[in-house]
């Protein structure tokens, strides 16, 4: 199965690149939440407690922005190379409707459900959020 992207519109793919841009920008603005990651050293053991989970959630905060900027800078990438809504497993063409959800999405809903299944993080090569 051969496909190139045309099963969406030129102004869809524009509009989508439109929405990516604007979120990379936007992820590109350093991060305040970072002084949060450190680790504090309390008298309390409660306050510990406290302190470690409010680092754990600072630090998996930075996670997921970090594997968001990735995606989008992913997502631009094949709008330049034309291959943007096309699925990375199955090559088939990804669903408007997804895109318009999810406009970084590179796999379609089958292949993603799938890879949850088998528990197969579908994307390990991020660079670490330093
Ligand atoms: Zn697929």
């Keep these: ?7 969406l519109g030129d102004l869809d793919t524009a509009r989508r690149k439109a ?5 990379q920008a936007e992820l590109a603005i350093p991060l305040s ?12 053991p409660l306050d510990q407690v406290k302190s470690n989970t409010d680092r754990d959630m600072a630090v998996q905060r930075l ?6 900027a990735h ?3 992913l997502a631009l990438a094949r709008i330049r190379e034309g291959e ?5 497993r199955c090559e088939r ?3 408007a409707r997804r895109l318009d959800a999810i406009p970084w999405a590179r796999l379609c809903v089958p292949c993603q459900s799938e890879l949850e299944l088998l528990g197969v ?7 670490s959020a330093a």
Excluded: S, W
């Excluded at 199965?1 to 099963?7: A, E, I, W």
């Excluded at 929405?19 to 979120?23: D, H, N, R, T, V």
């Excluded at 939440?33 to 309390?44: C, F």
């Design 71 to 73: 995606e989008v800078r």
């Design 93 to 95: 063409p990804i669903p």
């Design 63 to 68: 996670d997921q922005r970090a594997k968001l």
């Design 121 to 127: 993080e579908e994307t390990g090569d991020f660079e």
């Design 84 to 88: 943007y809504g096309i699925c990375e």
């Design 33 to 44: 939440e970072r002084d949060e990651v450190r680790v504090e050293y309390l008298a309390d």
């Design 19 to 23: 929405i990516l841009e604007g979120m």
């Design 1 to 7: 199965m051969t496909t190139n992207g045309n099963h």
